[in-house]
């Protein structure tokens, strides 16, 4: 089986040159047909002046999530760049983990519709939604 037939192996391969994630110290929880699951756990890197996770590190790893999940049903050959994502912040969160969660909500040739639920998952098990995204997607050759 080839990186383009197993999702995870796809995706892993990609998130493995992602300079960003590995800094942040993310880590890919989950792969399947259409969607991803990446963690991103709660240190200094991430935070912003109140020490509540960043809403650029939030956006970030929803943006990763959702995106990845298209990868999984991009052709093979071809990655994926965001053409555009909208966020809503529902809460701040700080300690922990985030846990975003990307879906593709409709898969396509030229554009593809993706959305990711970002969880707080706190260190006494609690989990909040803190954010949703809704993105678009656009299949592009590997150039690399």
């Known amino acids: 089986m080839t990186h383009s037939e197993d999702p995870f192996l796809r995706v892993q391969a990609s998130f493995e040159r992602q300079g960003l994630m590995r800094a942040w110290g993310a880590r890919v929880h989950h792969v399947a047909q259409g969607e991803c699951t990446i963690e991103l756990p709660y240190s200094a890197?991430?935070?912003?002046?109140?020490?509540?996770?960043?809403g650029g590190a939030i956006g970030a790893v929803a943006d990763i999530a959702a995106g990845y999940a298209a990868l999984t049903q991009a052709p093979a050959g071809m990655e994926v760049v965001t053409v555009?994502?909208?966020?809503?912040?529902?809460?701040?969160?700080?300690g922990g983990v985030l846990r975003a969660v990307g879906r593709v909500v409709k898969p396509g040739r030229?554009?593809?519709?993706?959305?990711?639920?970002?969880?707080?998952?706190?260190?006494?098990?609690?989990?909040t939604l803190c954010a949703l995204l809704q993105q678009t997607i656009m299949p592009v050759a590997k150039t690399y």
Do not use: P
């Not at 555009?84 to 700080?94: D, G, P, R, V």
């Open 45 to 54: 890197k991430v935070t912003q002046q109140q020490g509540a996770f960043h």
């Open 84 to 94: 555009e994502y909208k966020i809503n912040f529902l809460s701040a969160c700080q």
């Open 110 to 127: 030229r554009v593809m519709v993706t959305s990711a639920e970002v969880f707080h998952l706190a260190d006494d098990g609690k989990q």
